[in-house]
Nanobody
């Protein structure tokens, strides 16, 4: 079992920045990769950024150059630095961890960008 707790969401003006954090606990030794997804009202949950156990990253085209995913292995934490935020970034952001094919999800954190 893996437990994920997100923090750092909130309200920000367009052009501003936010940093999301996801703390993992439990059986973290077998986590293959961690990721951030987001879901806007009435839309599907989409992948935003992913980081593998060896540090390789991948981003959705819509956030490339603006968002950065990183991980602190010592603290079992993944961060998502979001810069140049746009109104269309407004969504609930979810932390995800893959443990040998089994997904785990955090409770989600709301990010609202006002235009």
């Amino acid at each position: 079992q893996v437990q994920l707790v997100e923090s750092g969401g909130g309200l920000v003006q367009a052009g501003g920045s936010l940093r999301l954090s996801c703390a993992a606990s439990g059986s973290i030794f077998s986590i293959n990769f961690m990721a951030w997804y987001r879901q806007a009202p009435g839309k599907r949950r989409d992948l935003v950024a992913l980081i593998t156990s060896n540090g390789r990253t991948s981003y959705a085209d819509s956030v490339k150059g603006r968002f950065t995913i990183s991980r602190d292995n010592a603290k079992n934490t993944v961060h998502l630095q979001m810069n140049s935020l746009k109104a269309e970034d407004t969504a609930v952001y979810y932390c995800n961890a893959d443990q040998t094919g089994r997904p785990y999800w955090g409770q989600g954190t709301q990010v609202t960008v006002s235009s």
